[in-house]
């Protein structure tokens, strides 16, 4: 049998109606921004393999660097124990971040980040003898499949069949010129009862590439400082060069108390999450007191693997070469937004950084399950490049390291398919 019978037999898939799937490609190895099918065909990896792999699949100094480290420590119980590439990891990242950001608390992956850092917010009132336990999030965010990532995410296709057990949440809209003042007001409202506002800064990912501006996050945020409103920035997509800057809050005033990371972290390597916060956060959880304690952990926690990787992708990321290289992207998808702009087939074109996003037209409201979607995958995938559109809405999140070539064969194809389907 082949790679793809067998799987067929034992596997089941995410995000996937295994009744009827479309054909999952067997891939036997990559290389830069190429997967290689067992059948020989070659595939650009357009969209990151899930928006991970900033600096391409099997990159030599990445695997260098997890092949020391297996051989050295492959993995420690991360309570009562401590290693060199978890505490290094955690030197090198926090000056990174924007703000304060003082302490780096490990998970295994972007929900889990999430998980904590709502966690830490929930108890850091209860540690502090106030009562506060509504949390504010954005009506189309996206957070993760975990009970509590779930609950700060817009109701949708993903949360539907758990939403009666799903905690409440005050959901406002992105943010503009003609409702900031009404968001603003609302949060006022509520400040004696909010802990926290969880939010994707400038790009909601899942819910498809949606944007706006960092001057209305700004005023969000400097209304919850000023009622004590923890916030929580959720970079689990945006970190790591994909808005342009290193992390997408670099263009705020205002800071957050947390930070949620992982996808680009390892370089797309292996899972792991990261949650930091600043000294307000974590002296909180100070006391003589056992119960306030973050009762929290995962037997992965501080993986060194994990944590190799990702300072073998930091490594990378710093390079000069890499920020030129966000910088060539986000300027070619800049130009080519131009050059479709007004497109009768188009609805919106939406583009930050390394992200293009292009919505069609389909005379309905975008959505996940839209019919558009598969027709606009396979098509793309017979002409050897792998897009996964969010319904209507397709969109290129490449690896760093994509060519020009490359680039405007996605682009060309593009513009094929906006004369095809």
């Not at 067998?6 to 295994?18: A, F, L, N």
């Not at 401590?82 to 608390?105: I, S, W, Y």
């Not at 904590?116 to 189309?140: D, P």
């Not at 005050?170 to 409702?179: C, K, R, S, V």
Request: glycine share 6%.
């Amino acid at each position: 049998m082949s790679l793809a019978e067998r799987d067929e037999k034992v596997i089941w898939h995410p995000y996937t109606q295994m009744k009827d799937p479309l054909p999952h490609v067997p891939v036997v190895r990559a290389q830069g921004v190429y997967l290689f099918a067992e059948d020989g065909k070659k595939y650009i990896d357009a969209v990151s393999s899930w928006w991970v792999n900033i600096h391409g699949h099997a990159h030599p100094h990445i695997a260098e660097k997890v092949a020391e480290q297996l051989r050295t420590l492959e993995h420690v119980i991360f309570a009562g124990f401590t290693h060199e590439p978890a505490v290094q990891l955690a030197e090198r990242l926090l000056p990174l971040l924007p703000g304060d950001q003082t302490k780096v608390f490990y998970s295994d992956n972007g929900s889990t980040a999430v998980e904590v850092a709502l966690k830490m917010c929930l108890q850091y009132w209860t540690n502090t003898s106030k009562a506060r336990t509504k949390i504010i999030a954005f009506k189309e965010a996206y957070h993760g499949d975990t009970f509590g990532a779930m609950s700060v995410s817009g109701r949708s296709i993903f949360t539907d069949p758990f939403n009666a057990l799903l905690f409440d949440v005050e959901f406002i809209d992105l943010p503009n010129a003609g409702n900031i003042e009404q968001l603003k007001s609302r949060i006022n409202y509520l400040s004696n009862e909010v802990a926290c506002f969880i939010f994707e800064p400038m790009v909601l990912g899942a819910s498809g590439m949606l944007m706006y501006d960092a001057a209305y996050l700004d005023q969000l945020i400097e209304c919850c400082q000023k009622h004590g409103i923890l916030t929580i920035a959720d970079e689990v997509m945006t970190g790591f060069g994909r808005t342009g800057k290193y992390f997408s809050c670099e263009a705020l005033q205002n800071r957050p108390d947390i930070f949620c990371l992982s996808k680009g972290l390892t370089g797309g390597t292996m899972p792991l999450g990261v949650t930091t916060c600043n000294n307000k956060m974590f002296n909180a959880f100070l006391s003589e007191d056992k119960l306030k304690t973050l009762y929290h952990g995962h037997s992965f926690t501080a993986n060194p693997v994990a944590c190799a990787a990702a300072l073998a992708s930091l490594d990378i990321l710093l390079e000069p070469d890499t920020l030129l290289n966000i910088k060539r992207i986000s300027e070619s998808h800049q130009a080519f937004a131009a050059k479709i702009g007004g497109h009768p087939k188009l609805k919106n074109i939406r583009q930050r950084g390394t992200i293009l996003a292009m919505e069609w037209e389909t005379g309905t409201d975008t959505c996940y399950l839209n019919g558009l979607r598969n027709q606009l995958y396979l098509y793309f995938l017979e002409r050897g490049i792998v897009m996964r559109p969010l319904g209507n809405i397709l969109y290129i999140l490449p690896p760093y390291v994509i060519s020009n070539e490359d680039l405007e064969y996605i682009y060309q194809t593009i513009l094929q398919a906006l004369k095809d389907i």
